[in-house]
């Protein structure tokens, strides 16, 4: 059975920082990308950043210069480190895993599913 859980969350103030971490647990699990995603009281889930199976990025402009995603496949880690927050990033963020079972993360050749955690829960507040 996958799990992805999510950690780092809290409550800090306008202009620092926070580091989430994300870990992928099962047996024969490989992690192939992974994407966080947040949730705002009344508005839809969003995009926030992702990493690929090579390593390559993507952020979405609220972010761009703010954050940044990494991950350690190896341990099946990923994190996303979170400077100068303000009040509008307030929100519950998500880990998503994308996952391949029982065989090597070869880039290139797809993942078998992907998996949600249950988030952490990020408040800026001054």
């Known amino acids: 059975q996958v799990q992805v859980v999510e950690s780092g969350g809290g409550v800090v103030r306008p202009g620092e920082s926070l580091r989430l971490s994300c870990a992928v647990s099962?047996?024969?699990?490989?992690?192939?990308?992974m994407s966080w995603h947040r949730q705002s009281p009344g508005k839809r889930r969003e995009l926030v950043a992702r990493?690929?199976?090579?390593?390559?990025?993507r952020y979405a402009d609220f972010v761009k210069g703010r954050f940044t995603i990494s991950r350690d496949g190896a341990n099946k880690m990923g994190y996303l480190h979170m400077d100068n927050l303000t009040s509008e990033d307030t929100a519950v963020y998500f880990c998503?895993?994308?996952?391949?079972?029982?065989?090597?993360?070869?880039?290139?050749?797809?993942?078998?599913?992907?998996?949600w955690g249950q988030g952490t829960q990020v408040t800026v507040s001054a």
């Open positions: 099962g047996s024969g699990v490989g992690l192939y990308a």
């Open positions: 990493i690929l199976c090579g390593g390559d990025t």
């Open positions: 998503n895993a994308d996952v391949v079972v029982s065989r090597p993360v070869v880039c290139g050749e797809g993942f078998e599913e992907d998996y």
